[in-house]
């Protein structure tokens, strides 16, 4: 039998009771498929500050770089607002990343069972929409060099530069083609190469990599247009790779199409370890009251298996799981009529009588 090491790291908030509750689903799917677990949590973000006065002590960054695959529930909370932006928890996520070589976020973009309902948009518009936004981690507006804020003849000037290398570019293309692979064959790359010469590289590089993927349809689009047409007819895209801003931008757009972001799972890969953790925030006005959404973070188990160990029928399987319980189950953040409310805890354990 197979030993997988998984460093949990629960964070803050939230982040303690939803990821209790896919570690069962983990153990679960994991026994199913004849994968043996090694699991081993620690504190990162507000909490390890509390603990050790840094958001990602070096014991917790040792595990996760020993770990096959890292599992994070939420990080931050109104308590350590006030603190250095050094030492803030959303610090530790940054580190993580770095750290451990995560230059692609994965963010799907799909309606799970009749939540169609809760889109603000038409259901003919969204029902059946299931899009995969890859975007670049690392690189991009948000980590060029030169930046900030200087005083050219007399006034305030703010500085920040959209840098990409061609070597940057190439590596987050392939996981785009990779993934689009594994799903439709069909990638839209977004881009605004008709104005900046950034991504004018961008579309070249993209184009040249799409000659080692045949199987795969390549289109570009402007993020302008990729915009309006999200909303316009989300269900036209499938797989979306695109820089750190404008992924950024497009997966919360995107997520939003679902009309649940409480729901969605993310993956940040690239390196050897995968990072797999809710897109929700560790929400503290609700922690410790058993009224969290576990799902988001049972999904991300499922992006865990079928991203880092390639089980692919282990997340179709969680899926069809979430999807059975949301037709009888639901949390207080997407209760509708007709349903009935329930906890965290129960919730998880809808799930693994599902499965």
Known sequence: MTVKKIAVIPGDGIGLEVT???VKVLKKVADDHG?????EEHPVGGTAYDLTGTPLPDETLQACKNADAVLLGAVGGTKWESLDFSVRPERALLGLRSELGLYANLRPAQIYGDLVDASTLKRE???GADIMVVRELTGGIYFGEPRGIETRNGERVGVNSLIYSESEIRRIAKIGFEIAQKRSKKLTSVDKANVLETTELWREIVTEVAKDYQDVSLNHMYVDNATMQLIR???QFDTIVTTNMFG???SDGAAMLTGS?????SASIGGQIGLYEPVHGSAPDIAGKDLANPLATILSVGMMLRYSFNLIEADEAIQKAVIAVLDEYRTGD???EGKKQ???IEMGDRVLEHL
Not at 261 to 265: A, D, E, N, V, Y
């Open 20 to 22: 209790k509750e896919a």
């Open 334 to 336: 997407i209760m509708s």
């Open 125 to 127: 518009v969204v029902e």
């Open 342 to 344: 329930v906890g965290c």
């Open 261 to 265: 972001i409480g729901m969605l799972p």
């Open 233 to 235: 007819a989300p269900k």
């Open 35 to 39: 994968m043996q677990l090694e699991l």
């Open 248 to 250: 950024d931008i497009l």
